[in-house]
């Protein structure tokens, strides 16, 4: 399952229940609406959920603890947008960059800075995310497929031009407001197989 960081739509939270030991969310939705179906997945947030209800004008998610530990999700309240992908078909294009919809961590925006009609973002986060961040490499904020500018010690910088504020939630957040962070799958694996090839070096 792959979605590209190219948000279709706002969706608007309906309701967030807890049921059964474990917690539904209803999203109000058109645009992703299109062709859905009980079981097919939906990134809100650039969280990969499966659909488990469907009305003409809602889709509704299970979110397992996992989910609500890693993403912003549980943060919620009725009325709040949220950023609505539709999975990749196979003969679609990859507008931004390959995106599991498998949220790495959350950060935290600090700050916001206007130039020209563009707009700086910071956001916060923890060295072990930062880690795989690197200067115009690929970051999936709250889903949205971004380019990173700046690292720093404990944030990174991007910049949203004017067509992407008007589609996605971020630029209507508050500082210190939680995003979801997924870094590039890449990083982590090419870390993976050079720490392997180093300790295949160190026992031979």
Not at 21 to 36: C, F, P, Q, Y
Not at 46 to 66: H, I, K, N, R, Y
Not at 159 to 177: E, F, N
């Amino acid at each position: 399952m792959m979605f590209t960081g190219i948000i279709e739509e706002i969706g608007t939270v309906e309701t967030l229940t807890q049921v059964n030991g474990g917690w539904s969310l209803t999203v109000r939705a058109k645009t992703v609406l299109e062709d859905a179906a009980l079981g097919h997945s939906i990134a809100v947030n650039g969280a990969c959920l499966t659909v488990t209800d469907l009305t003409d004008q809602t889709f509704t998610v299970g979110l397992s603890p996992e989910t609500l530990r890693r993403t912003n999700l549980g943060d919620l309240q009725p009325g709040d947008g949220v950023n609505l992908e539709r999975s990749l078909a196979a003969n679609g294009r990859i507008g931004g960059h390959f995106v599991q919809g498998h949220v790495d961590g959350t950060g935290v925006v600090r700050a916001f800075r206007p130039e020209g009609d563009s707009l700086w973002v910071t956001v916060a986060a923890e060295p072990a995310l930062l880690r795989y961040i690197v200067p115009k490499g690929y970051i999936a904020v709250d889903g949205a497929s971004l380019t990173v500018v700046d690292v720093l010690a404990d944030a990174f910088t991007f910049m949203l031009i004017a067509y992407t504020q008007r589609h996605i939630t971020l630029p209507r957040k508050p500082v210190g407001s939680r995003v979801n962070l997924e870094v590039d799958a890449l990083a982590k694996y090419a870390e993976k197989f050079i720490q392997e090839a180093y300790h295949a070096i160190r026992e031979h």
